[in-house]
Nanobody
Framework: VQLQASGGGLVQAGGSLRLSCAAS????????VGWFRQAPGKEREFVGF????????DYTDSVKGRFTISRDNAKNTVYLQMNSLKPEDTAVYYC?????????????????WGQGTQVTVSS
């Protein structure tokens, strides 16, 4: 599976962006997908997760109520809708796919990673 993250950019605080994670391979619908972010000088951190069917999601507390993850398995794509963006959301955002049922909070559980897309929120 190859992942391609896109949709990042520069936005003012309070604005919105939608990131996409497009996957190659016909087994993508069997993978659980996570979104992570990494700000300069900081460790990569968990943002959110979606189950293979899309029926289950989870988010880190700082984005709950503002970010929404969805997926379209027919298009092999997972989305991260980000609303009410804040300057502290500035980071490179990565999508990742996992085939196991390990902890989706942990980067080491993921089998495949996208290249990352930059999100910059100005104040």
């Amino acid at each position: 599976v190859q992942l391609q993250a896109s949709g990042g950019g520069l936005v003012q605080a309070g604005g919105s962006l939608r990131l996409s994670c497009a996957a190659s391979g016909d087994t993508f619908s069997t993978y659980r997908v996570g979104w992570f972010r990494q700000a300069p000088g900081k460790e990569r951190e968990f943002v959110g997760f979606i189950s293979w069917s899309g029926g289950s999601t989870d988010y880190t507390d700082s984005v709950k109520g503002r970010f929404t993850i969805s997926r379209d398995n027919a298009k092999n794509t997972v989305y991260l809708q980000m609303n009410s963006l804040k300057p502290e959301d500035t980071a490179v955002y990565y999508c990742a796919a996992m085939s196991s049922f390990g902890s989706y909070y942990e980067t080491y559980e993921y089998d495949y990673w996208g290249q990352g897309t930059q999100v910059t929120v100005s104040s």
